[in-house]
């Protein structure tokens, strides 16, 4: 089983950007699925984005399609998430996933999870 472990949130200003990384050890990296989801407060987590293991054909939720970019680097067992553009209601826990199944990761049952890293957005 892959351990994961988000760093890089902290506060950002609107319209600056932020980069997120999730370091993974244990297991295969380069046979995982991997994915991104954010937790407001009060409410459950959502889907934010995915890649597959190829590194290929990225997935994003509407609200962060052309803002956000997933990216995944293999050699350091690393996955990013870019945040360019963020906007206060962007604010939320931010949390790394990973699974064989790429199903399984954007569903949000994946078998894998990091703790969980704080992004506050200011105006």
């Known amino acids: 089983q892959v351990q994961l472990v988000e760093s890089g949130g902290g506060l950002a200003q609107a319209g600056g950007s932020l980069r997120l990384s999730c370091a993974a050890s244990?297991?295969?990296?380069?046979?995982?699925?991997l994915g991104w989801f954010r937790q407001f407060p009060g409410k459950e987590r959502e889907f934010v984005s995915a890649?597959?293991?190829?590194?290929?054909?990225?997935y994003y939720a509407d609200s962060v399609k052309g803002r956000f970019t997933i990216s995944r680097d293999n050699a350091k067992n690393t996955v990013y998430l870019q945040m360019d553009n963020p906007k206060p209601e962007d604010t939320a826990v931010y949390y790394c996933?990973?699974?064989?199944?790429?199903?399984?990761?954007?569903?949000?049952?994946?078998?894998?999870w990091g703790q969980g890293t704080q992004v506050t957005v200011s105006s």
């Open positions: 996933a990973a699974d064989e199944e790429l199903i399984r990761v954007v569903a949000g049952t994946a078998r894998s």
């Open positions: 244990g297991g295969t990296f380069s046979s995982y699925a």
């Open positions: 890649i597959t293991w190829s590194g290929g054909t990225p």
